[in-house]
């Protein structure tokens, strides 16, 4: 990117979710969960309305995948990262609408199960959550671990995809 280049937000709310969305000419570039007061991304961007053009329909397509009527994104992306980081989210990008796969699982994807930990910190920076669905990465055990909007947010959308039930998450600290 030439820092010529002309960067846009938005922000807007989905399903109690609050969504910053940053794009450029070519396409988007990060989707931020519930962002705080430190909004640093946001500086040298120009603010526009969801429904804005130089925003490639971001908003109506979440707001289709939240109500069911979406299962893929059809969206100009401009992914910048490692070399490493990009095979990682290529591959999150293969992992079907509800359906997960382990963290051990996306490191032997990747060709060698030894970069799980690697593959794993890749998969946590991916900066289009939800779009490039990091969300579908779970523990070896079924369990949820790591995710950058939250653990809650992470439950949500398995759950919205038809992956998980909520009482999977009740506690299983009682044993009979």
Not at 39 to 52: A, G
Not at 88 to 96: G, M, R, S, Y
Not at 106 to 131: H, Q
Request: hydrophobic letters at 35%; charged letters at 25%.
């Amino acid at each position: 990117m030439t820092s010529k280049q002309v960067k846009y937000h938005s922000s807007f709310g989905i399903d109690n979710i609050h969504f910053t969305v940053i794009s450029s000419t070519n396409g988007i570039r990060e989707i931020i969960f519930n962002l705080e007061k430190d909004n640093s991304r946001l500086v040298n961007t120009i603010q526009l309305q969801p429904e804005d053009p130089n925003l490639f329909s971001v908003y109506p397509q979440l707001k289709q995948y939240f109500i069911g009527e979406r299962k893929h994104f059809d969206l100009p992306l401009e992914i910048e990262g490692t070399e490493f980081q990009k095979r990682v989210w290529n591959e999150l990008l293969k992992i079907p609408y509800g359906k997960t796969i382990s963290y051990k699982e996306l490191a032997i994807r990747l060709g060698d199960e030894k970069v799980i930990r690697a593959s794993a910190s890749a998969n946590g920076s991916n900066p289009l959550p939800i779009v490039i669905p990091c969300h579908r990465v779970i523990g070896s055990d079924g369990s949820l671990i790591g995710y950058g909007g939250g653990l809650e947010i992470k439950e949500k959308l398995l759950i919205l995809e038809g992956n998980r039930q909520k009482d999977l998450f009740i506690s299983s600290a009682i044993h009979l």
